[in-house]
């Protein structure tokens, strides 16, 4: 059984940071690729970013471009966001999920099989 677990979240002023965790079990983690979505209120579920297996393509929304920054650690099942210079507009759920298996980075939620329960983020002063 697949899971995924989102940490990390919280409140945090404009222009802070933070670092989101998805720590993955029941799959072979390093064969996936992995990505992040965030789903704000009456809004769609949204690609943030995402990363292959090996970890040696990185892929972004153009508005986090610079800003965030995804990795992974495959020894610990784990892919992780870290998030700087936040912005209202970045408040959110954020999920992490498993791409199927499509070549390269997709951007759309339905070509990911599975999700973790999400994690609040606040940007707020």
């Known amino acids: 059984q697949v899971q995924l677990v989102e940490s990390g979240g919280g409140l945090v002023q404009p222009g802070g940071s933070l670092r989101l965790s998805c720590a993955a079990s029941?799959?072979?983690?390093?064969?996936?690729?992995m990505g992040w979505f965030r789903q704000a209120p009456g809004q769609e579920r949204i690609f943030v970013a995402g990363?292959?297996?090996?970890?040696?393509?990185?892929y972004y929304e153009d508005s986090v471009k610079g800003r965030f920054t995804i990795s992974r650690d495959n020894a610990k099942n784990t892919v992780y966001l870290q998030m700087n210079n936040l912005k209202p507009e970045d408040t959110a759920v954020y999920y992490c999920a498993v791409q199927k298996n499509v070549v390269g980075i997709t951007t759309t939620p339905t070509e990911y099989d599975y999700w973790g329960q999400g994690t609040q983020v606040t940007v707020s002063s």
């Open positions: 990363i292959i297996q090996t970890g040696g393509i990185t």
């Open positions: 029941g799959l072979t983690f390093s064969t996936y690729t």
